[in-house]
């Protein structure tokens, strides 16, 4: 690693900031002057989800709920509607009750620093930062997967991720700058994001090249160093695909609590790892029902694999919660919020279009 003589030598947020006026991203929650509740409500879409993928989905958010005393009348359900497809939906539900929390306790006041925002549910310590940097200039520094690989090339922090993540904490914190912080901040993602990327990494363009020591040693693709990866487990289950006389398709509500909660789903045999024993015993059993398809999707933690069963109504009254569910047309799943998995194994039970 590079010594604090090096690091006080480069000027390196002068030489970002400079990059970034020149360079930085034009996005939609990125405004002059800043808006607390968009870059909120962007912060918690882009945990776990790139640029792109957020882009379409905050912008149909904010035509919906345009302020933050708008979106603290939304119901949970349309909520989760509009934000099937983006994933990790306890984001979702956090955000709401965050907003319902600062509506209640701040007045709809966007708490200002660091230290009330991290209360906030939903609100990691990397959130808290990047709303409180972002939206109001606190030098809070930020460090998401960008921000160490970039640091751990720039300054050769040869401890393996995430043990590693010490050093490039203070690192950040050090390099953020008292004035400009939330440009500071945004400068540091686009670079990461644009810059200095996991693959091909543009050396030539980048700012920081003069005081980038992976670059400088010719170890760029050696950074940031990470512990040996654990296998993914593998889990099974089986999904019913049940129909009833007009050909509609039984779906129901998860529970309240855990993964995935309150989305709508097939019935299925349950997918937490623990019970992949006794999903393959039951595998078995609907084996001769012929599953007349298979399924892979990859959770964060573990990987899907999952057969799907078609029965007729009237053979699987012991698979459906009748408080909890209704008929839908097998094309007409989306005006209820799913997860992605669940749109697969509708996407994949659609007849084939004819030529
Ligand atoms: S010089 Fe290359 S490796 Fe170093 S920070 Fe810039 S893009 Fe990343």
């Given amino acids: 690693m590079r010594d604090l003589k090096v690091l006080q030598a480069f000027d390196y947020a002068n030489h970002l900031l400079k990059w970034f006026d020149k360079n930085g991203r034009v996005l939609p929650w990125r405004l002059n002057p800043q808006d607390p509740y968009k870059v909120m409500v962007s912060e918690f879409m882009l945990q776990q989800t790139t640029v792109k993928t957020v882009i379409p989905y905050f912008i149909n958010f904010m035509e919906k709920w345009p302020t933050l005393e708008a979106f603290s009348s939304a119901s949970e359900e349309v909520l989760l509607t509009i934000w099937q497809g983006l994933g990790y939906y306890a984001r979702a539900k956090n955000l709401l009750k965050a907003v319902f929390m600062i509506m209640k306790e701040q007045n709809g006041v966007i708490p200002n620093c660091y230290e009330k925002l991290k209360n906030l549910p939903g609100f990691g310590p990397y959130t808290a930062a990047a709303v409180a940097s972002i939206a109001f200039d606190e030098p809070a520094a930020i460090v998401d997967g960008n921000v160490i690989r970039v640091l751990s090339r720039v300054f050769g922090v040869a401890k393996p991720m995430p043990a590693g993540k010490q050093e490039i904490m203070k690192i950040a914190q050090d390099l953020t700058p008292a004035v400009r912080a939330g440009d500071y901040a945004s400068a ?168």
């Avoid at 670059?215 to 049940?242: D, E, N």
Wanted: a positive charge; aromatic letters at 8%.
């Fill in 188 to 355: 540091i993602m686009d670079l990461g994001a644009t810059i200095c990327r996991s693959s091909k990494p543009l050396c030539n363009e980048c700012p920081w090249q003069e005081g980038c020591f992976a670059y400088h040693q010719g170890q760029v693709h050696l950074f940031p160093m990470r512990a040996a990866k654990p296998v993914r487990p593998v889990c099974l289950s089986t999904a019913f695909w049940i129909q009833n006389s007009e050909g509609k398709v039984w779906i129901q509500k998860r529970s309240q609590g855990g993964m995935l909660a309150n989305l709508w789903e097939l019935p299925h045999t349950g997918f937490s790892v623990a019970l992949a024993r006794q999903q393959v015993a039951s595998l078995d059993s609907v084996a001769k029902e012929r599953p007349r398809k298979h399924i892979q999707h990859v959770f964060s933690h573990f990987t899907l694999n999952m057969a799907i069963v078609e029965k007729k109504a009237c053979d699987a009254m012991e698979l459906m919660d009748p408080d909890n569910g209704e008929w839908v047309d097998p094309d007409g799943y989306v005006r209820r919020p799913m997860a992605s998995l669940m749109k697969k194994v509708f996407t994949s039970m659609r007849p084939p279009r004819e030529k």
